[in-house]
C-alpha cells in the first residue's frame, strides 16, 4: 500500500496546489507531499531490504532493491529541489503564476516516481513520456525566447524518441506473448523467459528502446537538448532534471539491459561500453570548452550518464555495483551543483564563467560551497562519485577490460581538469570592482547545507541499510 | 482462330468508336460539376467528322514528316489495343506478339513523332510545347518502368493478360501494398501522359500555358482529324490498360461466346464511366501545377512506385 | 496463405497508411498535413476495428476507439483551440530539404525499414505482422524525418504524432492483448503531447513572434558559439 501513497501523494499535492484558495500555498503543500513521499520511499526501502521485494499490487506494482533505490533517490531530490524552490522561484516570478509551476512539480513527480514503481513494462513507458511532457513546460517556465527555445528543442528530440520506444516495447511483448503462451508481462517475467526468447527480436526491441530512452537520458549523440534545458530551466527544476530526469529513463534501459543479458544469444554488453564511452569522450571534450557555468555541470551529467552504461555494459557484479552506486552519488552530488548553481545566480545574477571572478570573496559561503560540490562531481577524493568511479574502473580490470578502463580513466581526468580549472576561475582572485549581489533566501541556504550532508558523509562511510540497499540494486542489473 | 482475329477486330473497333465518346463525357461531366451545360457528349464526333470535310493545308516549309505523324498517331494506339485486354479475359491472336513495353513503345513513337512534326512546322509555340511535352515524358519514363518492372515481378509475366490474371486469382495481392502504391503511381502517370489537370489543362486555350495541344496548333483538315481521334484513342487506351489491367479486372468477358464478348462491351464502358466520375472529382478539385512543380508531381508519382516496388519485393508484400 | 477478406483489407490500409506518410512529406500546407494526419489515424482505427473483427479481440475494438477519439476528434479540436487559425493557413516555403529529395529520402527510409524487419518477418507466417510491421518502422521513420526537415511548429508536432501512427500499425499486429489501461494511458499520453507541444508553440509565438522553429538557434555549442 506504501507504493501506491507514494504515488497518489504527488497528484493530490497537484490538485490542492491548483485549486484558487490554496493556491498561495502551493510551495508549502509541495515540500509537504515531497518529504512525505520521501519518508515513504525510506520505509519502502527499509522493507526491501527485509523482504528483497515489496508488492502492492501484484504484477503492477511491485518494487525490488533497484527501484527502491530510484524511489529513494527521486523522493530526496524533489524534496530538497521543492525546499529550494520555495525561495528561489519568489525572485523574478510572478507570484500569481507560481501555482502552475508547483503543479507541473508535483505531475513530475508523479511521473517520476511512477517508473520505478511499476512492474508492467509498457505502463513504464506511459510515464516514462509523462516525465518528458511535465518538465516540457518547467523547462519553459521562463517564457524568455532562450527558455523557450531550450523547451521547444527538448521537446522534440526527446518526444521523438517516445514512438522509436514504443515499438521497442510492443515488440517485446510480442516475443514475451508468444514465448510464455499469453502471461502477464513484468519486469522479474521478462528476465526469466529471456533465455528462451528469439535472440534477434530481443535486441532489435533493446536497440529500438535504447534510442529511445537513450535520448531522454541524455547519452551522446542524442544529448544536445539537454545543456540547453538545463541551463535555461529554473535551477529547483535544473536539480531535478539533471540528478533524476536522466537516471530514470536510464533506469528502463538498464532493467531492459538486464533482460537481454539473461538471453545467452544475444550479446549486446560491448556496445554498451563503446557507446557508454562516446558519451564520456563528447561529454569531457565539451567540458573544456564551456562557458555557461549550469551548462558545465549538465555537460558533467552527460558524462556521468555514459560511465554509468559503460559500467552496465561490463556485466559483472562489481561493475553493477559500481553502475548503481554511481546513479546513487551522482543524484545527490548534482543535485547539490545546481543548488549551488542556483545560489550564485541569486547572488551574481550572471551564468557565464568569465564574468565571475573571486567569488569567495563576494560571497565566501557560495564560494566554499561551490568549491565542494565541483571537486565532488569531478570525482575528487574523498568525495563518493571517486569511491564509485574506482570501483567502476577496478571491476572493469577484473573483467579484463584493460583498453576500457584506460580510455575511461584518460577521460574522466580530462572531464576533472576541465571543471576544476573552470571552478578555479571562477572562486579564487580579484572580483570585479563593481558586483551587485543579491541576496540568498534562507531556504536555498539550508537547501545547500542539507544537500551536502550526504554527499560529505557518503565519501567517507557508506551505512549499512544503504549498503545493502546497493548490493540488492545490484543484483537486479543481471551481471555474472 | 478466325473468332479469336475477329474479337481482336472488335476490340480495335471498340477503341475507335468509343474514343471520342469517352473525350465527350469527361468534358460534360466536368462542365456539369462546375455548374455549366457544357456540349453534348457526341461534339467530338461532330468536330472530328467537320474536320475530315475540311480542306488540309500543309506549309511548304514542312518535311514529309509533318505528313506522316497524322497517320502515325492514330495508327499506334490501335497497334497497341491489339496487345491489351480490352473486352476478353483471355490472350486473343496477337496477345503474344507484344507484352507492355511493346505497348509503351508504340505509344512512345507517335509522341515522338509528334513533337518532331511540331518542331518541323517552325511554329513557335510548338516546339515550345514539343520540349515541354518531352520534359513531362522524361520525367514519365522511369514511373512507366517501375511500374512495368513491379508489375512483371509480381506476376512473373510482362503480357498484359497474364498480369490482369494474377490479381483476379488472388484477393492477398489485390489488396497488398503493392498493388495500391501502383495504382496511385499508375494514375498519376495518367494524368501526366493524358495531359489532364493538375499537369496540364485539356481545356485551356492559352497558348503560352499549353503542353499538349500546341504541338497541334499547324495541323489541319484530315490531319487535325487524325491527332484529336488519335489522342483520344491513346488515352482510352491507357484508361483500359489501367483499369482492366491493375485497377479492376471485372467485367471483361470470360466465355469464348459471342454475345459473351458483346455483353462485356457496356459493362467495360460502365467501369469507364465511374473512372471517368473519379478523373472529374480529380480535374475540378486540383488547379494546374506551375511548370516547375511538374517533376515534383512526377517526382511523387516515381517514389510511390519504387515504394510499391519495395514492398513487393520484401517478404511482407 | 490464405487471407480472410478483413485481413486483406487491412493490407489495403497498410498500403495507404504509407502512402498518407509520403503525402505528410510531400505536402506545403500546414493545414493539409493536418488533414493526412487525421486521414491516416482514421485507417488505423481502421485497421485495428478489421484485425479487431477477424480475431475477435475487445481489445482492439477498444483500441479504435481509442484512436478515433484521441486521434481524430480530440487532437484536431485541440491544436484548433490552442492555435489560431492563422497558423494553419500558412505556407511552408522554407524547408530544410526540398519536397522530392525530401521523398526520396522517405522512400529510402521505406527501404530501410523493410530491411530491418525482414529477418523478423520471415520467422513469423501471420500475414497481418508480416504487412505491418514493416510499414509501421516505416511510418515512424518518415515521421521522424518530417521532423527533422521541417521548419514550422505544427508540421514537427504532427511529424511526431505520425510517428505514434506508426507504432500502433505495427502494435495492433504484434501487440493486440496490450492491457486495456496501458492502451488509454498510451492515448492520453498523445492528446497530452499535443497539449503540452500546442501550449508551448503559443509561448513561443508570442514571445518569440514566430513559429520557425529554425529562428530558434540562439543557444548553441560552445564550439561554435
Not at chain 1, 521562463?142 to 527555445?149: I, P, R
Request: net charge neutral.
Amino acid at each position: 500500500m506504501t507504493l501506491i501513497a507514494i504515488l497518489a501523494l504527488p497528484l493530490l499535492a497537484a490538485l490542492l496546489s491548483s485549486i484558487r484558495p490554496l493556491r498561495l500555498y502551493a510551495s508549502a503543500i509541495t515540500i509537504v507531499s515531497t518529504s512525505a513521499c520521501l519518508a515513504l520511499a525510506v520505509y519502502v526501502s527499509a522493507q526491501v531490504i527485509e523482504h528483497s521485494r515489496v508488492v502492492a499490487l501484484p504484477g503492477w506494482f511491485e518494487a525490488d532493491g533497484l527501484s527502491a533505490l530510484m524511489l529513494v533517490l527521486v523522493s530526496f531530490v524533489l524534496a530538497l529541489a521543492s525546499v529550494f524552490a520555495h525561495g528561489y522561484m519568489q525572485h523574478g516570478h510572478e507570484a500569481g503564476r507560481l501555482w502552475w509551476f508547483y503543479g507541473n512539480y508535483n505531475l513530475l513527480a508523479f511521473a517520476l516516481l511512477a517508473v520505478p514503481s511499476l512492474a508492467e513494462p509498457n505502463l513504464v513507458w506511459v510515464a516514462v513520456e509523462l516525465i518528458t511532457l511535465f518538465s516540457v513546460l518547467l523547462v519553459g517556465f521562463d517564457n524568455t525566447s532562450n527558455a523557450l527555445e531550450a523547451a521547444w528543442k527538448f521537446a522534440v528530440l526527446t518526444i521523438m524518441g517516445a514512438p522509436i520506444a514504443l515499438l521497442g516495447f510492443f515488440l517485446l511483448f510480442w516475443t514475451y506473448r508468444s514465448t510464455t503462451g499469453g502471461a502477464w508481462e513484468t519486469w522479474e517475467g521478462l528476465r526469466m523467459a529471456a533465455a528462451s526468447m528469439d535472440p534477434s527480436l530481443l535486441k532489435l526491441s533493446f536497440l529500438l528502446v535504447f534510442v529511445g530512452f537513450g535520448a531522454k537520458s541524455g547519452l551522446a549523440p542524442m544529448h544536445t537538448w539537454l545543456p540547453d534545458a538545463h541551463s535555461q530551466a529554473p535551477t529547483p527544476v535544473c536539480a531535478v532534471l539533471s540528478g533524476v530526469k536522466t537516471t530514470v529513463p536510464l533506469y528502463v534501459v538498464l532493467r531492459f539491459l538486464s533482460v537481454v543479458l539473461a538471453s545467452p544469444a544475444a550479446r549486446v554488453g560491448n556496445w554498451m561500453i563503446v557507446l557508454g564511452l562516446v558519451s564520456v569522450g563528447i561529454a569531457a571534450f565539451l567540458l573544456i570548452q564551456v562557458r555557461d557555468y549550469k551548462r558545465m555541470f549538465a555537460f558533467s551529467t552527460v558524462e556521468h550518464m555514459g560511465i554509468i552504461l559503460t559500467a552496465a555494459g561490463m556485466a559483472t557484479q562489481a561493475a553493477d555495483f559500481g553502475a548503481v552506486s554511481q546513479i546513487l552519488n551522482h543524484a545527490i552530488t548534482k543535485s547539490l551543483c545546481f543548488y549551488v548553481a542556483g545560489a550564485m545566480l541569486l547572488i551574481l545574477s550572471t551564468r557565464e564563467i568569465a564574468s565571475v571572478r573571486g567569488l569567495f570573496r563576494v560571497s565566501p559561503f557560495s564560494g566554499g560551497a561551490l568549491l565542494l560540490s565541483s571537486l565532488a562531481i569531478a570525482g575528487a577524493p574523498p568525495f563518493p562519485i571517486f569511491l564509485s568511479e574506482l570501483s567502476i574502473l577496478s571491476a572493469g580490470v577484473q573483467a579484463g577490460h584493460k583498453v576500457v578502463v584506460a580510455v575511461l580513466g584518460v577521460l574522466i581526468v580530462i572531464a576533472f581538469v576541465a571543471i576544476l580549472s573552470h571552478v578555479n576561475r571562477m572562486v579564487m582572485g580579484k572580483p570585479a570592482a563593481h558586483v551587485s549581489t543579491g541576496v540568498l533566501p534562507a531556504s536555498c541556504r539550508f537547501t545547500v547545507w542539507a544537500a551536502a550532508v550526504p554527499v560529505v558523509l557518503l565519501g567517507v562511510y557508506v551505512p549499512a541499510p544503504i549498503h545493502n540497499l546497493l548490493q540488492l540494486a545490484a543484483q537486479q542489473l543481471g551481471g555474472r | 482462330m478466325i473468332e479469336a482475329i475477329g474479337y481482336n477486330l472488335l476490340q480495335v473497333l471498340f477503341v475507335l468508336l468509343f474514343a471520342p465518346l469517352y473525350a465527350g463525357v469527361l468534358v460534360r461531366l466536368k462542365e456539369m460539376v462546375q455548374s455549366k451545360r457544357g456540349p453534348s457528349v457526341v461534339q467530338p464526333y461532330r468536330d472530328i467528322w467537320k474536320l475530315f470535310h475540311k480542306d488540309q493545308i500543309v506549309s511548304d516549309q514542312t518535311t514529309w514528316i509533318f505528313r506522316v505523324t497524322p497517320y502515325l498517331v492514330f495508327v499506334m494506339p490501335i497497334f497497341v489495343t491489339i496487345l491489351i485486354p480490352v473486352l476478353t479475359d483471355y490472350p486473343l491472336v496477337f496477345a503474344f506478339m507484344g507484352d507492355m513495353l511493346a505497348g509503351g513503345f508504340f505509344l512512345g513513337l507517335a509522341g515522338f513523332f509528334a513533337a518532331l512534326a511540331a518542331v518541323d512546322t517552325g511554329n513557335p509555340y510548338g516546339p515550345m510545347g514539343a520540349s515541354r511535352t518531352r520534359m513531362v515524358g522524361f520525367l514519365a519514363e522511369p514511373v512507366f518502368m517501375i511500374v512495368f518492372f513491379t508489375v512483371s515481378f509480381v506476376s512473373q509475366s510482362t503480357i498484359p493478360y497474364i498480369v490482369q490474371q494474377k490479381w483476379v486469382a488472388n484477393a492477398a495481392a489485390f489488396f497488398s501494398p503493392a498493388h495500391v502504391l501502383l495504382l496511385i503511381a499508375f494514375l498519376m502517370l495518367i494524368l501526366a501522359e493524358g495531359g489532364r489537370i493538375p499537369v496540364d489543362n485539356p481545356s485551356g486555350h492559352f497558348e503560352l500555358a499549353m503542353i499538349d495541344e500546341s504541338k497541334g496548333l499547324e495541323f489541319s483538315g484530315r490531319g487535325a482529324a487524325l491527332m484529336k481521334w488519335g489522342g483520344e484513342m491513346k488515352f482510352l487506351v491507357l484508361t483500359c490498360i489501367f483499369l482492366n489491367v491493375l485497377v479492376a479486372p471485372w467485367g471483361l468477358a470470360h466465355g469464348h461466346a459471342v454475345t459473351n464478348v458483346l455483353t462485356a462491351v457496356p459493362q467495360i464502358l460502365f467501369k469507364i464511366l465511374l473512372f471517368s466520375l473519379v478523373l472529374v472529382v480529380i480535374e475540378t478539385s486540383l488547379a494546374k501545377l506551375r511548370l516547375f512543380r511538374i517533376s515534383e508531381f512526377l517526382g511523387a508519382a516515381f517514389i510511390i512506385s519504387v515504394a510499391a516496388m519495395v514492398t513487393s519485393i520484401f517478404p511482407g508484400g | 496463405m490464405s487471407t480472410s477478406i478483413p485481413d486483406a483489407l487491412n493490407t489495403l490500409s497498410a498500403g495507404l497508411i504509407l502512402i498518407s506518410a509520403f503525402a505528410m512529406v510531400a505536402t506545403r500546407q500546414v493545414q493539409g498535413v493536418l488533414r493526412f494526419f487525421v486521414a491516416q489515424s482514421v485507417l488505423l482505427a481502421a485497421s485495428s476495428f478489421l484485425l479487431a473483427y477477424s480475431r475477435a479481440s475487445v481489445h482492439l475494438w477498444a483500441l479504435g476507439a481509442i484512436t478515433i477519439v484521441a486521434k481524430v476528434l480530440a487532437i484536431p479540436w485541440v491544436l484548433r483551440r490552442l492555435l489560431p487559425a492563422e497558423f494553419y493557413e500558412r505556407r511552408e516555403i522554407a524547408q530544410a530539404v526540398n519536397i522530392p529529395t525530401s521523398l526520396l529520402l522517405a522512400l529510402v527510409l521505406t527501404i530501410v525499414a523493410e530491411f530491418l524487419m525482414g529477418p523478423i518477418v520471415a520467422t513469423t507466417h501471420d500475414p497481418v505482422i508480416r504487412v505491418n510491421l514493416p510499414i509501421g518502422l516505416a511510418g515512424i521513420l518518415i515521421g521522424a524525418y518530417s521532423l527533422v526537415a521541417r521548419r514550422e511548429a505544427i508540421p514537427q508536432l504532427i511529424g511526431i504524432l505520425a510517428m505514434e501512427n506508426g507504432a500502433f500499425f505495427a502494435g495492433v499486429a504484434i501487440a493486440p492483448e496490450l492491457p486495456i489501461i496501458a492502451e488509454l494511458a498510451v492515448a492520453m499520453d498523445v492528446v497530452l503531447i499535443a497539449v503540452v507541444v500546442g501550449l508551448l508553440t503559443r509561448n513561443i509565438r508570442e514571445t518569440v513572434g514566430t513559429t520557425e522553429a529554425a529562428g530558434l538557434d540562439e543557444l548553441k555549442e560552445e564550439a561554435t558559439a
